[in-house]
C-alpha cells in the first residue's frame, strides 16, 4: 500500500480590523475625536474651520470649528469662537524653510557640544535650562558642527517663553566665538516671537509661531565662518532679560529663571538638506523625509477647547475614556483636563473626567467619577505625565460596583475602589481641553480622543488604546 501525504496548511484567523463604530454599535453612548492626515481630510473632510461644518479645514495651521463624531452616534463637536479655536498641526513640519524641511534633533536627546568653561555649559538631557539664583550657575544649550571659512552656517531653534516669574524675555543666539569672529550674535525677544538685534555679520529672522508647540517661536539664525575649526557649535542662552548687554550677560542678582526649547537645528548653507550632523562624530541623525508623520489638533493653554452637545449617559453606570496626547505645558501645580463630562465635575454628579493634576507632584495624573459622591484621586506612577512626552492615557469607572482606574501605553497604573455614591452618570456636554469653557485650558496635542459609556473588554481596550499608539507613531506589547 503506498500512503500519499498532504500538506497540511494552517489558515489562521486574523482579528477583524478595528473600528471604532463597531464599540457603539449597541447603543453605547459617547464620541470619537479621530484626526486624519491631511491626505484623508482633503479626500473625505472630517474637520472644518466653522462650527456649522460647511468649510473643510485644507492645510496645517487652519483653526478647528467643528470635528465629524467618528463613533458613529453623530455628537456634534464644535467651537464657534475663532480665538477659541484648537488648530489642526502635524509633526514634523514641512516647508518652513525654502527649499526644504527641518531635521529636528530630539528633545530627550543629549544636544552635544564643545565645552565653553567660561559660559559654565553643562549637558541637556531634556529641553529645559535654567538659570539659578546664585548667580554661579547656569545653562545653555550646544549643538556641535565642523565648519569652514567663508561658509555659512545656519541655525534653526524653537523657544518657548518659560513659566517662572523671571522667567526671560531674550534669549542670545550666538556660534563659537572663535570660529565666527566674535560679534555675530542674535538677541531675539521670546515673549513676543521678535528678532531685537543682531551684531555684524549675523541674520535672524522670525519664523513665527511653532505650528507643534503653541507658545513658542521659530528663529533663524544664520553667520558666516571666519577660520576652520573641526568642532564650534551654536548655543542658546539667557540674556539676563537685558537685550543691551548681549555679549556679557551678568546673572548676579536675578533670582531663578527658566526658559524651554523644543528642537535645535545647525545645517551648513542658508537651505537646509535632508541630515544634519551630531557632535564631533562622523554619524548623522535621521532624516525627517524617514520620520513618521503625524497629525492633531493642538491647544494653546489660553483659551483653546472643544465641547459637544449633551449627551445622555443616563442609563449607564460605566464609563471608558480615551486619550492620545502630547502634553507641552510647564511642570508645577496646576490642574488642566483632558475630557471633563458637565462644566464642573466637581460641583455635578453622574460627572467623570481626567487630565494633569495640579496636586500631587510634577507629572501626575488626575482621574475622577462621579454618581452622587465623587472619588478621585492621583497618579504619579513612574511620572505619569511628562513634558513633551506623548502617551495613551485610559481611565475605567463603575459607579455601582465602585472602582476607578488610569492605565498609560497599555500598562495599568492604578485602581481603586472608591465609593462614587449611586445611580448613573447624567445628561451633559462634553468638554475638550478646559473645565466648562472657562478655565484650566489643555496645553498640548491631542491625537485621538474617545469617551465610551461602558467597560470595554480587555481585547477592545488593547486594539483602541494600539490604534491610537499607531497613530502617533508609537508601539504598545
Same mark, same amino acid.
Given at each position: &500500500?503506498?500512503?500519499?501525504?498532504?500538506?497540511?496548511?494552517?489558515?489562521?484567523?486574523?482579528?477583524?480590523?478595528?473600528?471604532?463604530?463597531?464599540?457603539?454599535?449597541?447603543?453605547?453612548?459617547?464620541?470619537?475625536?479621530?484626526?486624519?492626515?491631511?491626505?484623508?481630510?482633503?479626500?473625505?473632510?472630517?474637520?472644518?474651520?466653522?462650527?456649522?461644518?460647511?468649510?473643510?479645514?485644507?492645510?496645517?495651521?487652519?483653526?478647528?470649528?467643528?470635528?465629524?463624531?467618528?463613533s458613529?452616534?453623530?455628537?456634534?463637536?464644535?467651537?464657534?469662537t475663532?480665538?477659541?479655536? &484648537?488648530?489642526?498641526?502635524?509633526?514634523?513640519?514641512?516647508?518652513?524653510?525654502?527649499?526644504?524641511?527641518?531635521?529636528?534633533?530630539?528633545?530627550?536627546?543629549?544636544?552635544e557640544?564643545?565645552?565653553?568653561?567660561?559660559?559654565?555649559?553643562?549637558?541637556?538631557?531634556?529641553?529645559?535650562?535654567?538659570?539659578?539664583?546664585?548667580?554661579?550657575?547656569?545653562?545653555?544649550?550646544?549643538?556641535?558642527?565642523?565648519?569652514?571659512?567663508?561658509n555659512?552656517?545656519?541655525?534653526?531653534?524653537?523657544?518657548?517663553?518659560?513659566?517662572?516669574?523671571?522667567?526671560p524675555?531674550?534669549?542670545?543666539?550666538?556660534?563659537?566665538?572663535?570660529?565666527?569672529?566674535?560679534?555675530?550674535?542674535?538677541?531675539?525677544?521670546?515673549?513676543?516671537?521678535?528678532?531685537?538685534?543682531?551684531?555684524?555679520?549675523?541674520?535672524?529672522?522670525?519664523?513665527?509661531?511653532?505650528?507643534?508647540?503653541?507658545?513658542?517661536?521659530?528663529?533663524?539664525?544664520?553667520?558666516?565662518?571666519?577660520?576652520?575649526?573641526?568642532?564650534?557649535?551654536?548655543?542658546?542662552?539667557?540674556?539676563?532679560?537685558?537685550p543691551?548687554?548681549?555679549?556679557?550677560?551678568?546673572?548676579?542678582?536675578?533670582?531663578?529663571?527658566?526658559?524651554?526649547?523644543?528642537?535645535?537645528?545647525?545645517?551648513?548653507?542658508?537651505?537646509?538638506?535632508?541630515?544634519?550632523?551630531?557632535?564631533?562624530?562622523?554619524?548623522?541623525d535621521?532624516?525627517?523625509?524617514?520620520?513618521?508623520?503625524?497629525?492633531?489638533?493642538?491647544?494653546d493653554?489660553?483659551?483653546? $477647547?472643544?465641547?459637544?452637545?449633551?449627551?445622555?449617559?443616563?442609563?449607564?453606570?460605566?464609563?471608558?475614556?480615551?486619550?492620545?496626547?502630547?502634553?507641552?505645558?510647564?511642570?508645577?501645580?496646576?490642574?488642566?483636563?483632558f475630557?471633563?463630562?458637565?462644566?464642573?465635575?466637581?460641583?455635578?454628579?453622574?460627572?467623570?473626567? $481626567?487630565?494633569?493634576?495640579?496636586?500631587?507632584?510634577?507629572?501626575?495624573?488626575?482621574?475622577?467619577?462621579?454618581?452622587?459622591?465623587?472619588?478621585?484621586?492621583?497618579?504619579?506612577?513612574?511620572?505619569?505625565?511628562?513634558?513633551?512626552?506623548?502617551?495613551? $492615557?485610559?481611565?475605567?469607572?463603575?459607579?455601582?460596583?465602585?472602582?476607578?482606574?488610569?492605565?498609560?501605553?497599555?500598562?495599568?497604573l492604578?485602581?481603586?475602589?472608591?465609593?462614587?455614591?449611586s445611580?448613573?452618570?447624567?445628561?451633559?456636554?462634553?468638554?475638550?481641553?478646559?473645565?466648562?469653557?472657562?478655565?484650566?485650558?489643555?496645553n498640548?496635542?491631542?491625537?485621538?480622543?474617545?469617551?465610551?459609556?461602558?467597560?470595554?473588554?480587555?481585547?477592545?481596550?488593547?486594539?483602541?488604546?494600539?490604534?491610537?499608539a499607531?497613530?502617533?507613531k508609537?508601539?504598545?506589547?
Amino acid at each position: &500500500m503506498r500512503w500519499r501525504f498532504r500538506r497540511y496548511k494552517h489558515k489562521s484567523k486574523r482579528p477583524p480590523k478595528f473600528e471604532w463604530p463597531a464599540l457603539y454599535a449597541d447603543g453605547t453612548p459617547g464620541f470619537v475625536m479621530d484626526f486624519p492626515t491631511l491626505d484623508q481630510q482633503l479626500a473625505a473632510p472630517v474637520l472644518f474651520t466653522d462650527d456649522a461644518g460647511t468649510v473643510p479645514v485644507t492645510a496645517v495651521g487652519d483653526v478647528i470649528g467643528s470635528v465629524t463624531d467618528a463613533s458613529g452616534n453623530a455628537v456634534s463637536i464644535t467651537q464657534s469662537t475663532t480665538p477659541a479655536k &484648537m488648530r489642526y498641526g502635524r509633526w514634523p513640519q514641512s516647508a518652513v524653510i525654502a527649499g526644504g524641511v527641518l531635521c529636528k534633533v530630539a528633545n530627550t536627546d543629549n544636544i552635544e557640544g564643545s565645552t565653553w568653561s567660561a559660559l559654565n555649559t553643562v549637558a541637556i538631557d531634556e529641553n529645559q535650562f535654567t538659570e539659578s539664583s546664585d548667580s554661579a550657575v547656569h545653562q545653555q544649550v550646544n549643538q556641535a558642527i565642523g565648519i569652514v571659512s567663508g561658509n555659512e552656517y545656519t541655525s534653526v531653534v524653537s523657544l518657548a517663553k518659560g513659566v517662572l516669574p523671571n522667567a526671560p524675555d531674550y534669549m542670545q543666539i550666538s556660534f563659537g566665538s572663535a570660529g565666527f569672529g566674535g560679534n555675530q550674535y542674535a538677541v531675539v525677544n521670546v515673549s513676543d516671537g521678535t528678532v531685537y538685534t543682531t551684531g555684524p555679520g549675523a541674520t535672524c529672522v522670525s519664523l513665527g509661531e511653532d505650528l507643534e508647540n503653541p507658545g513658542a517661536w521659530i528663529f533663524k539664525y544664520t553667520a558666516t565662518a571666519t577660520s576652520n575649526q573641526a568642532t564650534n557649535g551654536v548655543s542658546v542662552l539667557f540674556c539676563n532679560n537685558n537685550p543691551a548687554l548681549p555679549r556679557a550677560p551678568s546673572y548676579a542678582g536675578d533670582t531663578d529663571a527658566d526658559c524651554f526649547y523644543y528642537w535645535l537645528d545647525v545645517r551648513e548653507g542658508t537651505a537646509f538638506e535632508t541630515r544634519q550632523r551630531v557632535g564631533a562624530s562622523a554619524t548623522y541623525d535621521v532624516t525627517e523625509a524617514g520620520q513618521p508623520t503625524r497629525y492633531f489638533a493642538y491647544c494653546d493653554a489660553t483659551d483653546d $477647547f472643544l465641547d459637544t452637545s449633551s449627551i445622555d449617559f443616563s442609563s449607564t453606570d460605566e464609563m471608558t475614556m480615551m486619550v492620545g496626547t502630547t502634553y507641552k505645558g510647564a511642570s508645577g501645580g496646576y490642574t488642566t483636563p483632558f475630557v471633563e463630562i458637565s462644566a464642573d465635575t466637581t460641583a455635578n454628579n453622574g460627572t467623570a473626567s $481626567f487630565g494633569k493634576s495640579g496636586s500631587g507632584g510634577d507629572g501626575t495624573v488626575f482621574y475622577s467619577s462621579a454618581g452622587t459622591n465623587r472619588a478621585a484621586t492621583n497618579e504619579g506612577t513612574a511620572n505619569a505625565l511628562l513634558q513633551n512626552s506623548s502617551s495613551v $492615557f485610559a481611565q475605567r469607572s463603575k459607579i455601582s460596583t465602585p472602582f476607578v482606574s488610569l492605565s498609560k501605553n497599555g500598562i495599568q497604573l492604578g485602581e481603586y475602589s472608591l465609593s462614587q455614591g449611586s445611580g448613573n452618570y447624567g445628561n451633559y456636554p462634553v468638554y475638550i481641553g478646559s473645565r466648562g469653557g472657562s478655565s484650566l485650558f489643555f496645553n498640548g496635542n491631542i491625537y485621538c480622543l474617545a469617551v465610551i459609556g461602558k467597560l470595554l473588554t480587555a481585547q477592545e481596550q488593547a486594539q483602541a488604546e494600539r490604534y491610537i499608539a499607531n497613530k502617533m507613531k508609537g508601539y504598545l506589547g
